[in-house]
């Protein structure tokens, strides 16, 4: 099992990042995919998480509701967290996850369960 995340950048307040977490080595469709990130000096912070089955249904961080948008491309075994109207406070390195248990939800207890498998994180950083 395998998931790379990428697309981590500087930008200035306001900007936008696109963020890929390539996945390969399991049934991707089958899991729920998390996005975590982490500040220097932080604890990690669950930020949105996409179920299986097509990516039905979402969750999101009170502090990121609004400006991200999570989506998983099946035909490219991917999931997206597409970030606009950075802040500063979003700097961070961002890390995909997957879930332990297939078809598992996803909703705000996801945020503090055990994830099987992380990738390597991508770091972000948003400053003027």
């Known amino acids: 099992v395998q998931l790379q995340a990428s697309g981590g950048g500087s930008v200035h307040p306001g900007g936008s990042l696109r963020l890929s977490c390539a996945a390969s080595g399991f049934v991707f469709d089958y899991y729920t995919i998390v996005w975590f990130r982490q500040a220097p000096g932080k604890e990690r912070e669950g930020v949105s998480c996409i179920s299986s089955s097509g990516g039905s249904t979402t969750y999101y961080a009170d502090s990121v509701k609004g400006r991200f948008t999570i989506s998983r491309d099946v035909s490219k075994n991917t999931v997206f967290l597409q970030m606009n109207t950075l802040k500063p406070e979003d700097t961070a390195v961002y890390y995909c996850?997957?879930?332990?248990?297939?078809?598992?939800?996803?909703?705000?207890?996801?945020?503090?369960?055990?994830?099987?498998?992380w990738g390597e994180g991508t770091q972000v950083t948003v400053s003027s």
């Open positions: 996850a997957r879930e332990k248990l297939m078809w598992a939800r996803c909703d705000r207890s996801t945020m503090s369960r055990e994830m099987s498998y």
